[in-house]
């Protein structure tokens, strides 16, 4: 027969029924005249108890099956009498698939989730990376969904470009190697041979290229991976992040708080509908306030305050912080923090920073010395979501462009959108890792990506 998922069994499989499972031990036990094997298929949080006794033609092999063993069963459901399960499966049949000896890495015990990052090969297999990973498809689907009710075009933006939209120097570049170069020495490629006539690199944002589609579809988003050489190995940066950024023409700084917050809200709503087991997990092993935090974040509407009152907030703060607080000085997560955490209690957007301190599009405020820029705050994670009104004036942001050390004739294409048919628009990206942190709890973005790309980490 054919086999069924052991979520599907769990969900309330009537006793009695014949099913055949397939998936990895992850305990085994052997008692008197029985053994237990505790099945895992990835389908849910849950093992299903498989029951074999000494009836079946291989118990010998069944009563030796280690930990990390990939098995078939084929069994009847029946109620279990164990607390904490509702059924087990009492096997008729049992095949080892992949047999796992007692050097698997993942035997039964508490590990760090340092030790499980030396393992991202095999960390899928554990209960807290199951559940981060099932969480984080679960939220991508949903993040499609969200936009598809409002009528938002989906666009994929290129990864390899020569723009770098943020500003910040921190693009990789793209190289290729050169067939006609003689083999180096110690037999390496040499990747110093550029493809494309200008110098490329990996995108740090679809931002760009996503305005030139809201100038034609109105509604758009992006959802892709971006990268960052950022060198800064925080708990929060890595240099290869998922980021999903909607653009919406004829909308203002408000318009896109308004669905920022509406955004996130939903997928706040999303997993505590759609994951409860896998949060309920987290909230009991890893962050025991994040159902109560979730679920308020998602019935409340969010403050917002100008950037020059965050720094006054700051100013007066009783705590000390590491880098100093002066209008005109970026935020650092200990600020966000604070402000969140601190003042708020909640997430909070801080809008209208100083032009110095923010990217070249974004819109220039009439008092000459902010833009219409939006970050969207929220407690544990600090910047969630950057967003701004983009600068549709063509003359202002070829001055902007200049002021950033960016050569107007470089972003050409840039430029002509705000020659033809210039709108206001406005759009955010928010980073899908730090949106998996805040909703599970976990601290470190290399626990939420399935294989972290960090200062010198790319090995799998
Ligand atoms: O604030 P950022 O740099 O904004 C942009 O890239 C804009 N182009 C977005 C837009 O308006 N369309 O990045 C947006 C978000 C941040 O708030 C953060 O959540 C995440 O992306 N992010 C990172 N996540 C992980 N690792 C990094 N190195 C990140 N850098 C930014
Ligand atoms: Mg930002």
């Known amino acids: 027969n054919e086999r069924i998922r052991i979520r599907e069994i769990l969900a309330g499989a009537p006793a009695g029924r014949e099913v055949t499972v397939k998936g990895w031990v992850r305990t085994s036990r052997v008692g008197k005249g029985v053994a237990f094997l505790a099945v895992n298929d990835g389908s849910c949080l849950a093992s299903l ?3 074999a006794e000494p009836g079946l033609a291989n118990y010998d092999e069944v009563r030796a099956i280690g930990t990390g063993a990939a098995v078939a069963v084929r069994g009847l459901v029946a109620e279990s009498p164990a607390a904490g ?3 087990e499966l009492h096997a008729a049949e049992v095949t080892v698939i ?50 598809a009710e409002r009528g938002f075009l989906y666009v994929h933006t290129p990864i390899i470009t020569t723009s770098d939209c943020e500003g910040a120097g921190e693009l990789f570049r793209v190289t290729t190697l050169d067939p006609s170069a003689p ?37 758009i988003y992006t959802f892709g991976p971006t990268f960052r050489a950022e060198n800064s190995n925080t708990p929060r940066h890595a240099a290869e992040f998922w980021m999903i950024e909607p653009e919406m023409a004829f909308a203002d700084l408000r318009d896109d708080a308004a669905l920022a917050e509406d955004f996130f809200r939903y997928l706040c709503r999303h997993v505590l509908a759609n994951c409860a087991e896998d949060m309920a997990f987290f909230n009991e092993h890893v962050d025991r306030g994040l159902l109560a935090r979730v679920r308020q974040v998602a019935g409340s509407s969010f403050a917002m305050m100008e950037y020059g009152e965050a720094i006054e907030h700051l100013k007066r703060a009783a705590v000390p912080f590491e880098y100093p607080v002066e209008w005109g000085l970026d935020l650092q997560t200990e600020h966000e923090r604070y402000l969140t955490e601190q003042v708020v209690g ?17 819109r220039l405020n009439d008092d000459g010395r902010t833009v219409a820029a939006m970050d969207l705050l929220v407690p544990k994670v600090g910047e969630i979501i950057g967003g701004s ?72």
Request: charged residues 25%.
């Open 49 to 51: 108890q498989v029951v």
């Open 85 to 87: 399960q509702a059924v």
């Open 98 to 147: 992949g047999s796992a000896d007692e050097q698997y890495p993942l035997q039964k015990k508490r590990h760090t989730f340092e030790y499980l990052r030396t393992i991202a090969h095999l960390r899928p297999r554990s209960n807290t990376f199951g559940a981060v990973f099932r969480i984080r498809s679960s939220l991508a689907q949903a993040v499609h969904r969200f936009f």
């Open 183 to 219: 083999p180096m020495a110690d037999g390496a490629v040499d990747f110093s041979q550029d493809f494309f006539a200008a110098q490329a690199g990996l995108t740090v944002s679809g931002q760009l290229e996503g305005e030139l589609f809201a100038q034609a579809f109105s509604d």
């Open 346 to 362: 909640g997430p909070v957007f801080v809008v209208n920073y100083p032009r110095e301190i923010k990217a070249f599009y974004m």
């Open 389 to 460: 009104q983009r600068e549709e004036r063509c003359d202002l942001l070829e001055i902007r462009m200049r002021e950033s050390g960016i050569a107007p004739e470089s972003l050409w294409w840039y430029l002509d959108s705000r020659r033809w048919g210039s709108t206001p628009h406005a759009g955010f990206g928010l980073g899908f890792e730090r949106l998996i942190m805040y909703l599970t709890g976990m601290e470190n973005i290399r626990d939420v990506i399935p294989f972290p790309r960090t200062p010198r980490h790319a090995e799998f």
